[in-house]
């Protein structure tokens, strides 16, 4: 079965600064990769997807996140943190066979003046 | 285009009673989820439609909950009777297609407290 370990629950930054969120996974096929993110309130929003195509992937608002198969890592990271994007963000693996998101257990990003 | 709507936003019941959510999905769209997301976890699938036909209801416990999508357009899904582990926001879902490669696009969930 596919599954993914966000490794942190919590991320602060300051604006200004880089971003990193973690993310692993487990699949014993070729995995799809989607980060999410959730502001309060609101619903889920999709931020980028990987589909086996280039290895590096660029999503909205500045997020992009790189696929490394040798590591199973599929790590969020944005240049510059606004403090619009605190919010919860989600690593989700989809077999393709499966066709069924799986989703981590979230990494909640504070950013701070 | 309007997005996935659900009713109502926040609903607190006491155990043993009965609750039902509503969603109505992005015009179009063939699949509809229902995830169950409780504090401090991912979002877990509980049911999946395809038009008006469950696609996937392995993680729905059966015994007190159900989910109906009559005409394949808004769906319900009720709990009946409530317990206090079923406290937790119910998320729907929509995509134009079935398959973890098509984007799905979520309402802002029902926030249900059982006391």
């Known amino acids: 079965a596919q599954s993914v370990t966000q490794l942190d629950s919590h991320v602060s930054v300051s604006e200004g600064t880089p971003v990193l969120l973690r993310c692993n996974y487990s699949s014993s096929y070729s995995p799809s990769l989607f980060w999410y993110v959730q502001h309060p309130n609101k619903g889920l929003q999709l931020l980028l997807k990987y589909t086996s195509a280039a290895t590096l992937v660029k999503g909205i608002n500045g997020f992009e996140a790189e696929f490394k198969k040798s590591e199973t890592s599929f790590h969020l990271t944005k240049p510059s943190a606004h403090m619009s994007d605190a919010a919860e963000y989600f690593c989700?693996?989809?077999?393709?066979?499966?066709?069924?998101?799986?989703f981590g257990t979230g990494t909640r990003l504070l950013v701070s003046p | 285009e309007a997005g996935v709507a659900q009713s109502p936003r926040y609903k607190i019941i006491e155990k043993r009673q009965s609750v039902a959510f509503w969603c109505n999905p992005i015009s179009g769209h063939a699949t509809l989820y229902w995830y169950q997301q409780i504090l401090g976890q991912g979002p877990k699938l509980l049911i999946q439609?395809?038009?008006?036909?469950?696609?996937?209801d392995s993680q729905l416990p059966k015994d007190r909950f159900s989910a109906e999508r009559l005409k394949g357009v808004d769906s319900t899904l009720k709990i009946q009777p409530a317990k206090l582990e079923d406290s937790a926001v119910y998320l729907c879902?929509?995509?134009?297609?079935?398959?973890?490669?098509?984007?799905?696009?979520f309402g802002p969930g029902t926030r249900l407290t059982v006391t």
């Open positions: 439609f395809q038009n008006n036909g469950v696609v996937d």
């Open positions: 989700v693996v989809s077999d393709p066979g499966f066709q069924k998101l799986v």
């Open positions: 879902a929509s995509s134009p297609l079935a398959g973890g490669l098509h984007e799905q696009y």
